[in-house]
């Protein structure tokens, strides 16, 4: 099966629609086989997982979203280890960056950060907004490598080095921008054999046909299966640590009708202060996809 770029969406459109979409994701944009073994040894004085998810450094906004995200059950799954190397596709404001980098840098890791890929005003800012936070306190985050991921982009780690990759609720995007493809093909180059790609998605009702460019923002689960198949990936294992039965996936204004975006109007108009959102609140979060795919090696 192949697909195809969206009609109509230039370049530009690419970029405009990605930095809209990385401020969607909660914040502004300012703002199979088993995972390896064996990874380099931890520094003295490391970090654990559950340390770097409690860290002082989140804000209370980002760890009031952690019932509905769970950030450590999630990683636990994907197999992160101290002294990994790690490639965070479209980190956006930092959410997850938030628990990476931190870990990473105390347990002797790398974190490569691929962030839109930069070609006008709009892009640019998202990145260095990104870059503005780490530069911040690089005690904290250690050195990580803002890389890039779009349409003509390049590598986002060298070949072969990294141990991990995670789609963190981003796929929908690619999808919409047309490089759904092209993000497992560069987060198969940047793997080592054996190495994990880690997928968080809103997840569609099975059984029907998935929109190409998933324009309510839900994906069916078996087409992501087919999409990572295609570029070589091995599906390892499902887990149910990030779903929510009561998502009805019909809502007016797709996915982005329930928290953390709470939209109330169609994308790009005014909000309708009118608009009941009461049982979309009461919904809480949308249901999610959470799979774990090795390459083979």
């Keep these: 099966m192949r697909r195809h770029w969206a009609p109509g969406l230039s370049r530009r459109s690419l970029v405009l629609f990605g930095a809209a979409a990385l401020a969607a994701c909660g914040r502004p ?40 995200r769970h950030p450590r059950e999630t990683l636990e799954f994907f197999g992160l280890k101290p002294g990994m190397t790690v490639v965070e596709f479209w980190p956006g404001a930092g959410w997850y960056t938030d628990i990476l980098a931190p870990f990473l840098a105390a347990t002797g890791g790398k974190l490569y950060a691929a962030n839109l890929q930069p070609t006008d005003e709009a892009s640019r800012e998202v990145v260095n907004a990104f870059r ?15 890389t890039a991921f779009g349409l003509t982009s390049g590598p986002v780690a060298p070949a072969g080095s990294a141990d991990m990759a995670l789609f963190l ?17 560069d987060a198969f180059l940047a793997l080592k054999p054996g190495g994990v790609l880690g997928i968080e998605e809103h997840r569609a009702n099975p059984g ?12 069916q689960q078996d087409y992501v299966v087919q999409l990572a198949q295609e570029a070589g990936f091995v599906l390892q ?20 009708t329930l928290p953390p975006v709470r939209r109330t109007s169609p994308r790009g108009q005014p909000d309708d202060p009118a608009f009941d959102r009461t049982k979309f609140d009461a919904i809480g979060e949308s249901d999610r996809m959470t799979l774990r795919f090795v390459k083979p090696g």
């Design 208 to 219: 029907g046909v998935q929109d190409p460019l998933a324009a309510d923002g839900y994906v």
């Design 132 to 146: 503005r936070k780490l530069e911040a306190d690089p005690k904290l985050y250690g050195q990580v490598e803002v």
């Design 29 to 68: 944009a300012e703002e199979a086989k088993s995972a390896p073994d064996k990874a380099p040894a931890p520094k003295r004085g490391g970090m654990s997982l559950a340390e770097a998810v409690a860290g002082d450094w989140r804000s209370a906004q980002d760890k009031g979203r952690d019932a509905w």
């Design 237 to 256: 294992a499902a887990s149910e640590i990030n779903a929510n039965p009561n998502d009805t996936k019909d809502h007016p204004f797709g996915v982005w």
């Design 169 to 185: 609720r981003n796929l929908h995007n690619w999808m919409a921008a047309g490089i759904a493809e092209k993000a497992f093909r």
